[in-house]
């Protein structure tokens, strides 16, 4: 996709920016109510020289503007070969503007590859936490990868204690698949002020994602190691497709401009390069990311372009409505082809979809019919075998497909198409469970999907995440969960690994 590089000058970006006040007034002297830091730092979309610094200036988090007096704000960036900073690497300054709520994105360039890095900002004598950056093997090599697979992280409906142990992990880095914070109505749990309505302004995201930044357990999770974060659904609105809403009476207008304050709103607050776009409300997040030689990611957007869900949405008897139209898309017809061409071309070892909502079909009709969730790809099953028809042409068991969404762990076959069952398995979909969303689970599900989903080898229902271990030839997938959330300091287990042999088809117990 056609992307250019990051815009340090923050000026440059102000076309994005609805108001660009107090443009003349500037101070490297600051004055803070409290830490400016207390949302904390992360890195992100690493290369293999240098990744994205984060971080953003908000003495009061929950209020308007977080707090920031009005002038922009001079901040010092370091980036050390020690966490002593005693070797500094790259160093620079950056201001931070209200009309990106003091949000700093820098683009470090110029360091080594495949080694570890540690960063921090300075503000008017303020310093934020530390945080580490790895960048990525150099191209040709093929060292392996560790990395965690997180999603759906509901603040209200539990404890971030998932992420508590993704820290203690040695991770190279995070994808996270969506559902970072959730627009709904805030009534009970974590949430002391009540506020029974869905978000929708620029102040009320903004406030959102420094409501879940407050957590300690999250912000140690991005200060650990460089993330590579998508969206879904909830970073708008429950179920939007394109410029269409989950409430029938909200206009496609009305989703414009909540979709142009989400988005900002979202690049605000994670550790991503400023992609081309015409508008907040058309902001392009599709991206690839390599490790090195050994995988190449295909970071997707299932949402800004996707087709509205048929038949109503839910989960639906087919075929119905217009539910196998050749025309409906979930990726839109550009990223669509993007993907197509990118599998094509790639030398990559693995090719990895960061993809939002599941690619296999889950069946739940015991009858002879079939029954299938509208919002995931079993919606879109014509764009669905386009997808798979690419992967078995050009990366046959090569590919493996990591998605969120369902707030439960599945280890899935992808067959080269589901409308016939002979279809030989081309990939892999290992589907991560949710950090908080759905509270404590259950350890015993009485829904079994496996029984009538022959593809479908594992589920569960408890909060987690999936670690995965990338080598040349073989890929394992760790499911991680913790017992309960509604209380803290739940332990970890590993109730199950999975693994994918390059080359051949089917996942197999680890
Ligand atoms: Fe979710």
């Known amino acids: 996709m056609d992307r250019r590089d990051f815009l340090a000058d923050l000026s440059r970006v102000a076309a994005l920016a609805a108001t660009v006040p107090n443009v003349w007034r500037v101070t490297t002297r600051p004055r803070f109510a409290d830490d400016p830091f207390q949302l904390g730092v992360a890195s992100g979309d690493p290369t293999p020289t240098g990744g994205v610094l984060w971080t953003r200036l908000a003495p009061r988090p929950l209020e308007p503007d977080g707090g920031m007096p009005g002038p922009r704000t001079v901040v010092s960036w370091e980036v050390a070969n020690d966490d002593a900073f005693k070797t500094i690497a790259k160093q620079g300054r950056a201001t931070a503007a209200a009309e990106l709520s003091y949000s700093l994105h820098i683009n470090v360039d110029g360091l080594t590859p495949d080694r570890w890095y540690f960063y921090r900002f300075t503000a008017g004598g303020a310093v934020s936490p530390i945080g580490r950056l790895r960048t990525t093997p150099a191209a040709g090599t093929t060292s392996p990868l560790r990395f965690a697979v997180a999603s759906c992280q509901h603040y209200e409906q539990g404890l971030f204690t998932a992420y508590g ?139 800004q372009y996707r087709s509205d869900q048929p038949c109503e949405d839910g989960n639906k008897d087919v075929p119905c409505g217009n539910w196998a139209d050749p025309s409906r898309t979930m990726l839109g017809v550009r990223q669509e082809r993007w993907v197509a061409d990118g599998l094509a071309a790639s030398r ?117 995440y999936i670690t995965c271990v990338v080598e040349p030839n073989a890929w394992t997938a760790e ?32």
């Open 165 to 303: 142990h993704l820290a203690k992990e040695e991770l190279d880095l995070v994808t996270h698949l969506g559902d970072y914070i959730y627009e709904y109505g805030t009534y009970t749990g974590r949430v002391r002020q009540h506020n029974a309505l869905e978000i929708r302004s620029l102040d009320d995201y903004r406030r959102r994602y420094a409501l879940y930044k407050s957590d300690p357990l999250l912000r140690d999770a991005h200060a650990r190691c460089p993330w590579v974060v998508t969206w879904d659904d909830h970073e708008v609105d429950n179920n939007y497709a394109a410029s269409i809403g989950e409430n029938v009476m909200e206009s496609e207008e009305q989703m414009q401009a909540r979709r142009a304050a989400a988005y900002q709103a979202w690049w605000e607050h994670q550790p991503v390069r400023v992609p081309r776009a015409r508008s907040w409300a058309d902001l392009n997040i599709t991206r690839a990311f390599d490790w090195g030689s050994l995988a190449r990611f295909w970071v997707l957007d299932g949402r």
């Open 348 to 464: 990559a070892r693995w090719q990895v979809l960061a993809n939002q909502v599941m690619v296999a079909p889950c069946d739940l009709d015991p009858g002879p019919g079939a029954r299938v969730a509208m919002d995931q790809w079993s919606g879109y099953p014509a764009a669905r075998d386009r997808l798979l028809a690419s992967i078995a042409a050009h990366a046959p068991n090569e590919t493996v497909v990591l998605t969120g969404d369902i707030h439960s762990h599945w280890a899935n076959n992808l067959h080269a198409g589901f409308a016939r069952p002979d279809r030989p398995v081309v990939g892999a979909e290992f589907v991560t469970t949710s950090i908080a969303s759905g509270g404590d689970g259950n350890p015993s599900p009485t829904f079994d999907p496996t029984t009538l989903n022959p593809h479908i080898k594992w589920y569960a229902d408890q909060r987690g």
């Open 479 to 510: 499911y991680r969960t913790v017992p309960f959330v509604t209380r803290p300091d739940a332990p970890i287990a590993t109730p199950a690994k999975w693994r994918v042999t390059r080359g051949r088809p089917g996942i197999e117990r680890a």
